[in-house]
């Protein structure tokens, strides 16, 4: 064999160890992408369950609010209805035509029911049906409105981020980019970031109002 054939098989030989090396390199690639899309395909699912989750409970909770200052209501017009029996049978009875003495003992003691009835209705902590009980329900009700609202955008935007990151990684496994990979993962920490804070809410995320 010739000397320049001897290089050439060497050539060939080094060439075809080289483009090995690569395929493998490029199937580890694929591989370890392939596991890192599984863990943000379940990242996303995550985010997309809490993100519902916490419209359901803002929902729920706005109604529950709304119902009960809706009772808190009624309860203050029958309240000033009973007060305003009291007082019209207060003049009454003490008016210049005053009433037999029977009809004044009945008197007194409507008035007294109805004064009853409605210190009933500004509290009452045996049912927990009173103004005040109500109003401090409607209160707990309102805050948990008000957190499901300030978790909902986090997972909303985790589960956006995500689903872009899965995107970008599914295309660096076609044209083989480190680059595209390296953004998806950069997305993900984006995402993984958001999906914490909605859940502790340790930094508010204020949105721009249209």
Not at 79 to 88: H, R, V
Not at 126 to 152: I, P
Not at 156 to 169: C, H, M, R, S, W
């Amino acid at each position: 064999m010739e000397a320049h054939e001897i290089a050439e098989h060497i050539h060939g030989e080094h060439l075809g160890h080289g483009a090995r090396h690569a395929e493998s390199a490029h199937e580890g690639l694929r591989k370890f992408t392939g596991i890192y899309l599984g863990i943000v395909a379940m990242l996303a699912s995550l985010a997309a369950l809490a993100g519902a989750h916490a419209t359901k409970e803002m929902l729920n909770a706005n109604i529950q609010a709304s119902d009960t200052y809706a009772f808190y209501q009624a309860k203050y017009l029958r309240q000033i209805d009973y007060q305003i029996a009291a007082d019209q049978l207060e003049i009454l009875s003490a008016g210049e035509n005053r009433l037999a003495p029977a009809a004044t003992a009945q008197a007194a003691a409507l008035i007294k029911r109805y004064r009853d009835t409605a210190a009933q209705y500004e509290s009452d902590a045996n049912s927990g049906t009173g103004k005040k009980e109500l109003a401090a329900a409607a209160k707990v009700w309102e805050r948990r409105r008000d957190h499901a609202a300030a978790q909902d955008p986090n997972f909303d935007f985790a589960e956006a981020l995500f689903q872009i990151a899965i995107v970008l990684g599914s295309v660096s496994i076609v044209a083989t980019s480190r680059a595209l990979l390296v953004l998806s993962g950069c997305l993900t920490v984006g995402g993984v970031l958001l999906l914490l804070n909605g859940y502790l809410l340790l930094a508010p995320l204020e949105l721009p109002l249209g």
